[in-house]
């Protein structure tokens, strides 16, 4: 087929359930491509002999390779190839933001729709798990060194998958009971279910790795000793400390942060009910502030808990909004309603300490500010209230702070997130590498596993040097 011929095609949607039936479940809204439809979007890639779609990958997944294997029908070895540079790819295919990196750099893309790179890698590591495919990749030999991975999100279960191929003996100390981070507390189960992130971390305890729950590194044993114990110890702690807008009214019974609502509901299980009778408040009219992809998280995991009304309230307009368009467009299709240059002023309750309202007061927007985006600005006079009897505040996190606090000589930035290396996750202590959110703030999965796969090659080298 000629590069013509392949242009001509469309990009392949993907089949989702129905919007008004899935706002009322748990269950993922996407099903998947079919053999058939990914071999049609696979044959869109125009295979680049300098592809630009790998240097937007922060983890260089080779994408025109795996995906000509799609086109060939070779799906598992597409999955394996996939998992050369890559430990989640059934991850990555479902919550990276690929429309801002792989698929924002392919050239099909410039006169059309580009190749979805993020589906078809979706495709490839769902089939080799359905069929029972996977296969464990060669190990180095031994070399006699022990390495202390704190946290088990997408930063630390890079840094370990990387680092055990490569001969070191790696543990992995969680403090839940579940490992998997932000994937397992954060990303509500419709749009990354446990099983996937289950499955993946069942492939790296196959590679060897140790995996101790459980374990609040910072109260049970610091940092200083773990090093005791270790050659080399990488933290990836993530954000985890929600921020609130300081608003009167913010203590009322009611008032979450979305880190809290979203723990209650994925991790205490709240989805389930009535299985497991979570104690989490499922309001019937609930606000959202914020407009970002766990705002979106949120906001639709309040209708599924039972909400008739969810509202996001932000203070521009969906133009600036950072949530990804197809998290605001899922959103709007299952009944979310946008309360747009709006912000909070206070939060209103009854005299039993309960949340009744939220005042809000309309914005306009001004001029651009540092972030780029144009700022807003408050119009006099034209305050409101939204009925609602639960309010979720979802306007970032900062970093944990338990292991700076407890790791002296630890350098610091002025936000608390630990200085490390860009290229390296060097930080001030030796022996100590770091990366992911807890250095660069809440970000991308992808860009926190960028930063474990290179702190992992910067490890291999010091512990082969010592």
């Given at each position: 087929?000629?590069?013509?011929q392949k242009?001509?095609i469309?990009?392949?949607?993907?089949?989702?359930?129905?919007a008004?039936?899935r706002?009322?479940?748990f269950?993922?809204?996407?099903?998947g491509?079919s053999?058939?439809?990914?071999?049609?979007?696979a044959?869109?890639?125009?295979?680049?002999?300098?592809?630009k779609c790998v240097?937007g990958?922060?983890v260089?997944?080779?994408i025109?390779?795996?995906i000509?294997?799609?086109?060939?029908?070779?799906f598992?070895?597409?999955?394996r190839?996939?998992?050369?540079?890559?430990?989640l790819?059934?991850?990555c295919?479902r919550?990276?933001?690929?429309?801002?990196?792989c698929?924002s750099k392919?050239?099909?893309?410039?006169k059309g729709?580009?190749?979805a790179?993020g589906?078809?890698e979706?495709f490839?590591?769902?089939?080799?798990r359905n069929?029972?495919?996977v296969?464990m990749p060669?190990?180095a030999?031994?070399?006699?060194?022990k390495?202390?991975?704190?946290?088990?999100?997408p930063a630390?279960?890079t840094?370990a998958g990387?680092?055990?191929k490569?001969?070191?003996?790696?543990?992995?100390?969680?403090a839940l009971h579940k490992?998997?981070?932000?994937?397992?507390?954060?990303?509500p189960?419709?749009?990354l279910p446990?099983?996937?992130?289950?499955a993946e971390v069942?492939?790296?305890?196959?590679?060897g790795?140790?995996l101790v729950?459980n374990?609040?590194v910072?109260m049970l044993?610091?940092?200083d000793?773990?090093?005791e114990?270790y050659d080399?110890?990488f933290v990836g702690?993530?954000?985890?400390l929600?921020v609130?807008?300081?608003?009167p009214?913010?203590?009322?019974?009611?008032?979450?942060?979305a880190?809290e609502?979203?723990?209650?509901?994925?991790?205490?299980?709240?989805?389930?009910?009535?299985?497991?009778d979570t104690?989490?408040?499922?309001g019937?009219?609930?606000?959202?502030?914020g407009?970002?992809?766990?705002?979106m998280?949120?906001s639709?995991?309040a209708?599924?808990?039972?909400?008739e009304k969810?509202?996001?309230?932000?203070r521009r307009?969906?133009?600036?909004?950072?949530a990804r368009?197809e998290?605001?467009h899922h959103?709007?299709?299952?009944g979310v309603?946008?309360a747009?240059?709006?912000n909070p002023?206070?939060?209103i309750g009854?005299?039993?300490?309960w949340?009744t309202?939220v005042?809000?007061?309309r914005m306009?927007?001004?001029?651009?500010?540092?972030?780029?985006r144009r700022?807003?600005v408050?119009?006099e006079?034209?305050?409101f209230i939204i009925?609602v009897d639960t309010?979720?505040?979802?306007?970032g996190n900062?970093?944990n702070p338990l292991?700076?606090?407890?790791?002296?000589g630890?350098?610091?930035?002025?936000?608390?997130?630990i200085n490390?290396?860009?290229e390296?996750?060097?930080?001030?202590?030796?022996?100590?590498?770091a990366?992911?959110d807890?250095?660069t703030?809440?970000?991308?999965v992808?860009m926190a596993?960028g930063?474990?796969?290179?702190?992992a090659a910067a490890?291999?080298?010091y512990?082969m040097?010592?």
């Open positions: 087929m000629s590069a013509e242009k001509k469309p990009r392949q949607p993907m089949p989702e359930q129905e008004k039936v706002a009322r479940n269950e993922e809204v996407p099903y491509y053999p058939e439809m990914a071999m049609l979007e044959s869109r890639c125009l295979q680049c002999k300098k592809p240097e990958c922060p260089n997944v080779k025109p390779e795996f000509g294997l799609i086109a060939g029908g070779d598992v070895g597409a999955a190839k996939l998992k050369e540079t890559n430990a790819p059934a991850v295919g919550v990276c933001p690929q429309e801002s990196q698929e392919c050239v099909v893309g410039k729709e580009p190749v790179i589906r078809l979706r490839a590591a769902d089939y080799e069929q029972g495919a296969t060669a190990i030999p031994a070399t006699g060194k390495v202390a991975i704190v946290g088990s999100g630390g279960l840094c990387d680092l055990i490569l001969g070191h003996e790696v543990t992995v100390f969680e490992p998997g981070g932000v994937l397992v507390y954060g990303i189960e419709f749009r446990k099983a996937i992130v289950q069942d492939y790296l305890k196959g590679l790795i140790k729950e374990f609040v910072g044993d610091t940092v000793e773990l090093l114990q080399a110890v702690t993530g954000a985890g929600p609130f807008m300081n608003l009214g913010e203590n009322l019974n009611g008032v979450y942060s880190n609502y979203l723990t209650r509901s994925n991790l205490m299980k709240a989805y389930l009910f009535p299985e497991y104690p989490v408040v499922k019937k009219r609930v606000a959202v502030f407009g970002g992809n766990v705002a998280d949120a639709r995991t209708l599924r808990l039972g909400a969810s509202y996001i309230v932000y307009s969906m133009e600036e909004m950072p368009n998290e605001i959103a709007e299709q299952e309603e946008f747009l240059l709006a002023v206070r939060i009854n005299d039993q300490g949340v309202g005042e809000c007061v306009a927007l001004g001029e651009p500010d540092e972030s780029g700022r807003p408050p119009v006079g034209s305050e009925d309010v979720v505040v979802s306007i900062g970093p292991i700076p606090n407890t790791t002296p630890l350098e610091l930035s002025r936000w608390g997130n490390a290396d860009e390296t996750g060097q930080t001030s202590r030796k022996g100590v590498f990366g992911g807890i250095v703030g809440a970000a991308t992808i596993m930063a474990g796969k290179k702190a490890m291999h080298e512990l040097g010592q």
